[in-house]
């Protein structure tokens, strides 16, 4: 019976060729487009949360418990540098560096601004943040007991200093004693985010635990994965190395910039809303071809009825109809969609001005769409559904179907 409606559907599809084709087209251009768009656009967040990350808060950070929601300069741990170290080696990766976090009034001759201190492994920083390779005037720190300092473009003009120029730091050390120190501008970074090159610096992290009376302190571990996707993999070995310091956890990106997720999830929702409309655009064209299918086939349908076919069959020839159509429109779009991902993942997509825009904040200069089951059958899955239960309204009309005026119908 199965076999008989099967064939019946591919029979009756094949009628109006070009009808068939047409909508079954427009299913192949929205699938590819949808799992090509889709793909770009977790690409595009992959590559925004990576961008974002690697500027500064990394993957993934180890703390005190606390620390993040009251950042305090009590709420430090010791033993940071051979933590750190520690980590590398059990990792075998060299994107792992601790830092200690204070804040001081930055004085120059003539000004005079409170800022953010983070005090960084000179050897290490590079391999957790973009900052290093942002200097655009000077040089990075070479020496970790150094009394150097690199500031932000917007600090650098408000104290109106240049590289070699004196900074005094004044603050509150950890003890509770006053911390005071006289550093040099070694370097000036520009990292395009107007608050951090306007109120963060950086130090050596051994001469700012001298600085604020730290010891061997320090406040967190930053580390990268050497790609997104391997993060949660990696949180958990590094929260196994440390399970023993009962008083340190391992914060994912998702907890140290919640703001970037709420980011990307709005975006999503208002990308969902255009790819809503092509969908609904495409279920109306299928509702259109199996309305006109089946008014065109009212005597015919008429006459089965009179045969004894019951309404039920009839509606279910209707659905294999639609059913048939929307499976060659996902399977022909999903590869093409998939073909022209993948080839794009491979090759890089960029727009003008990208090249320029990425190679001033030492960002990527192309994005990558990112291939995986969701990005491909998401789109196209939602689109095969759709179809289906546009194919309801004309489906539903047999059961009301008479055969006699089905039968006297032109």
Request: charged share 15%.
């Amino acid at each position: 019976m199965r076999n008989i409606t099967l064939r019946l559907a591919w029979r009756n599809l094949w009628r109006h060729k070009r009808r068939t084709w047409i909508t079954i087209s427009a299913m192949i251009f929205s699938n590819l487009l949808l799992v090509f768009m889709i793909s770009l656009q977790f690409g595009s967040y992959r590559m925004m949360i990576d961008n974002t990350l690697k500027s500064y808060t990394g993957h993934m950070q180890v703390q005190r418990e606390g620390y993040n929601d009251d950042p305090k300069i009590r709420n430090s741990f010791e033993a940071i540098i051979p933590l750190a170290e520690s980590l590398r080696k059990e990792l075998a990766t060299d994107r792992v560096g601790a830092r200690g976090i204070a804040f001081a009034m930055t004085s120059s001759e003539q000004r005079s601004y409170g800022l953010q201190i983070v005090g960084v492994e000179p050897d290490f920083e590079p391999g957790v943040s973009t900052l290093p390779g942002l200097i655009n005037k000077g040089r990075y720190f070479n020496d970790i007991n150094a009394e150097e300092i690199i500031i932000g473009s917007i600090l650098a003009r408000n104290l109106r200093v240049d590289i070699g120029d004196e900074l005094t730091l004044l603050g509150s050390g950890r003890d509770g004693s006053f911390a005071a120190g006289v550093v040099i501008v070694t370097g000036i970074f520009n990292s395009g985010n107007a608050d951090i090159d306007r109120s963060m610096a950086q130090l050596p992290l051994a001469y700012f635990q001298s600085l604020f009376g730290m010891q061997d302190q320090g406040h967190s571990i930053a580390i990268n994965a050497q790609d997104l996707s391997l993060a949660p993999e990696l949180q958990n070995r590094v929260s196994n190395i440390i399970n023993h310091k009962k008083e340190l956890v391992v914060l994912g990106w998702s907890t140290l910039q919640p703001g970037l997720q709420q980011a990307i999830q709005a975006d999503l929702a208002s990308a969902w809303f255009m790819y809503a409309v092509l969908i609904v655009l495409v279920a109306f064209s299928v509702l259109n071809t199996q309305l006109m299918s089946v008014l065109e086939r009212t005597r015919e349908f008429g006459v089965m009825l009179a045969l004894g076919f019951k309404p039920s069959r009839l509606g279910r020839l209707v659905v294999t109809e639609t059913f048939i159509m929307s499976s060659l429109g996902l399977t022909i779009g999903a590869a093409l969609g998939t073909a022209l991902a993948y080839y794009m993942s491979v090759v890089g997509f960029s727009y003008p001005g990208m090249e320029e825009m990425a190679g001033r904040f030492n960002l990527p200069d192309r994005m990558y769409p990112s291939l995986s089951f969701l990005s491909i059958f998401l789109g196209p899955g939602i689109v095969f559904i759709c179809s289906l239960l546009a194919s309801a309204y004309p489906a539903l009309r047999l059961f009301f179907l008479q055969p006699v005026s089905a039968m006297r119908a032109a």
